[in-house]
């Protein structure tokens, strides 16, 4: 069985995928990790995963513009330019 | 063209911008089999390379060489498993590279060929050996197949320790008795020739297959020229010397050497070195001899 | 020498030639992932001895290295089932798991010990064995079916047994499964020529230049 290896490198970190380990079964699997991939103190946590439980998803269709869901699709200068101006030569709102 | 050609030349414009890949994209048939070339005899050269040094994991002189030298042959070991898996997940089986190795279809680095003779090599392979080895690992961290580089990074962190512990080795010698002094001479005279060797010989990084495709990402040329330029003057500081009188560094900052001697890299490389077939013995031995717990752990 | 010193030249001992045999597989173990864990033991052992010959050496006016490396092969304490070179994966398991349940039931007993610095520092070692019995007993339920473990871990026995003082081998018979009674245990005290021979090649660099440091 080959498992993923995901290592954590401090608590409160994100898991980050280290490499795999092929192993008869998880108790095995458990054992080699843990030394292959964290001997040194440089792991705060391990997760393995069965290879066969990871499915990727890899294909995104972007056909149409889809920015306005992202800040690269806003571009607020020349309005904000212009709102600054308009608000500053009006009469000031009392505060 | 045709539309598998316009697509290798895809692949290949891709790779030659910087571009990486990974194990589930679509890769030319002629990528595929540089790269498990390349990486299966990188994995072969970390699996070769832990005989030379296990002897002296017996021999060592105190508690600490020796806890040091374990953790350090641990890590090659280490570094063999995460390369072959990523072999393997490239198509080809561990039981084929090992047999592969084994009959000499597939080559080991020309360093692990030679013998280690006394405790100075011990000290002088981890320093110097090793420092040639990260030179093109560090490399490799660009590679154009991502999985290879991403696991160079642990592998290029544990090399940082096996460097630094074979210069504690050797400063402790150089700072001790005559004799140690002279060990440590000796293993560098022994090593200077296949380590000038190491990296192969000064063809252009352009004509290099393994650098096309972004496998390497530097010519052989330029990593011994690395190399010169970060060791030598740590040798030479130390009071010893290079057995190579036309070594020197030039106004231009290029490192000038006597012509390594190719014919012996060859015939090292080919299973010819003084090591060579003894050590592949021993490897068969005990692949042979612990068969048989293997396949009891496939079995259950 | 006090007792003290004894009983703990003959722990260290043990943990230094059991780590020295099991670093023997360092680069040649059946698997390579096994082969990264099994050094992780043989230098945990290497570890736990030199705490010992530390503790001792304050003792005895030495230090660890010395201790280690520096004693005529007759002066060692072990006991002769770590001596044996079994460069062979039945019987190395076989010995790491005898050694590792024998190695349980004395530390429970030193860490109950009156002398605080020697509990604790069995207590320390147990938390690190902890490790090395899960590793064993996950080999020997592995191997459990393979007559040639088997066939090992009877070979082995008496000198299992041998590791303990008499008081506590019922308890390791208890955990094993094993007889103590039918069983003459190898004692402490007579080696056997491996141990000679271990040792000629673990001091051979130190010998070779008298006084050097390394």
Same mark, same amino acid.
């Given at each position: 069985m080959i498992f993923e290896v995901f290592r954590q490198e401090k608590k409160g970190q994100a898991f980050a995928?280290?490499?795999s380990i092929e192993a008869p079964d998880a108790a095995f699997a458990d054992a080699w990790a843990r030394e292959q991939y964290g001997r040194r103190g440089e792991s705060a946590a391990l997760w393995l995963v069965p290879r066969d439980a990871v499915h990727q998803v890899n294909d995104w269709a972007d056909e149409f513009d889809l920015k306005y869901r992202r800040v690269?699709?806003?571009?607020? /200068?020349?309005?904000? /330019?212009?709102a600054r101006e308009r608000a500053s030569s009006t009469a000031p709102v009392d505060r | 063209m045709s539309a598998n050609a316009a697509r290798e030349q895809e692949f290949l414009e891709y790779v030659q911008s910087g571009g990486q890949v990974e194990s589930t994209d679509w890769l030319p048939a002629d990528y595929r089999q540089k790269l498990i070339k390349f990486i299966e005899m990188h994995a072969n050269s970390e699996l070769m390379g832990v005989l030379p040094e296990r !002897? %002296?994991? $017996?021999?060592? *002189?105190? $508690?600490?060489?020796?806890?040091a030298l374990t953790a350090k042959v641990q890590d090659e070991v280490g570094h063999?498993? @995460?390369?072959?898996?990523?072999? !393997?997940? $490239? +198509?080809? *089986?561990?039981? !084929?590279?090992?047999?592969? @190795?084994?009959?000499?279809?597939?080559?080991?680095?020309?360093?692990?060929?030679? *013998?280690?003779k006394t405790w100075g090599d011990v000290g002088v392979i981890a320093w110097l050996v090793d420092a040639a080895a990260i030179i093109s690992q560090k490399a490799l961290l660009k590679c154009s197949y991502a999985p290879y580089a991403r696991i160079m990074k642990k592998i290029c962190w544990e090399e940082s320790f096996h460097i630094l512990h074979g210069r504690d080795v050797v400063l402790a010698m150089m700072t001790g008795t005559p004799e140690q002094q002279e060990l440590v001479q000796e293993a560098v005279n022994r %090593? %200077? +020739? *296949? @380590?000038?060797?190491?990296?192969?010989?000064p063809i252009a990084r352009e004509e290099d297959p393994m650098y096309l495709w972004r496998i390497k990402s530097q010519g052989n040329e330029e990593a011994r020229q690395q190399f010169l330029e970060g060791y030598v003057p740590q040798i030479w500081e130390l009071g010893l010397t290079v057995p190579d009188s036309n070594l020197g560094r030039g106004d231009d900052g290029v490192w000038v050497y006597s012509e390594p001697d190719w014919a012996e890299l060859k015939s090292v490389v080919t299973g010819h070195g003084p090591r060579s077939q003894e050590r592949l013995d021993f490897r068969r031995r005990f692949l042979e001899q612990e068969k048989w717990v293997r396949d009891s752990l496939v079995a259950a | 020498m006090n007792e003290r010193a004894q009983l703990l030249l003959s722990i260290a001992d043990d943990e230094l030639i059991i780590g020295w045999r099991d670093s023997e597989w360092t680069g040649i173990a059946p698997t390579l992932e096994e082969d990264v864990a099994f050094s992780s033991i043989a230098q945990n052992e290497i570890g736990h001895a030199r705490a010992l010959y530390e503790l001792a050496a304050t003792e005895l006016g030495s230090d660890a290295d010395a201790l280690a490396f520096d004693r005529a092969p007759e002066e060692y304490r072990c006991?002769?089932?770590v001596e044996l070179h079994l460069l062979e994966w039945a019987h190395t398991i076989a010995r790491r798991y005898l050694y590792e349940e024998a190695d349980r039931v004395r530390l429970g007993a030193l860490k109950e010990s009156a002398d605080s610095e020697l509990a604790g520092v069995a207590?320390?070692?147990d938390r690190e064995e902890v490790y090395h019995r899960m590793h064993a007993e996950l080999w020997a339920a592995r191997l459990r079916d393979e007559s040639r473990f088997r066939e090992a871990v009877e070979e082995l026995w008496?000198?299992?047994?041998?590791?303990?003082?008499?008081?506590?081998?019922?308890?390791l018979a208890r955990r094993t499964g094993l007889s103590v009674d039918s069983t003459q245990a190898i004692e402490r005290g007579t080696h056997t020529p491996e141990l000679a021979e271990l040792w000629q090649e673990m001091t051979e660099v130190r010998r070779s230049i008298p006084g050097a440091q390394w």
């Open positions: 995928h280290a490499g690269d699709g806003y571009s607020i /200068k020349g309005r904000l /330019k212009e | !002897e %002296w994991i $017996l021999k060592a *002189p105190t $508690l600490q060489r020796k806890l063999a498993q @995460l390369i072959y898996r990523v072999a !393997e997940d $490239l +198509g080809k *089986p561990r039981d !084929e590279m090992f047999a592969d @190795l084994l009959s000499g279809k597939a080559k080991f680095h020309n360093v692990f060929h030679y *013998p280690t %090593w %200077w +020739g *296949p @380590l000038m060797q190491f990296h192969g010989n | 006991a002769q089932l207590a320390k070692i008496p000198y299992a047994l041998g590791v303990l003082p008499q008081e506590l081998r019922p308890e």
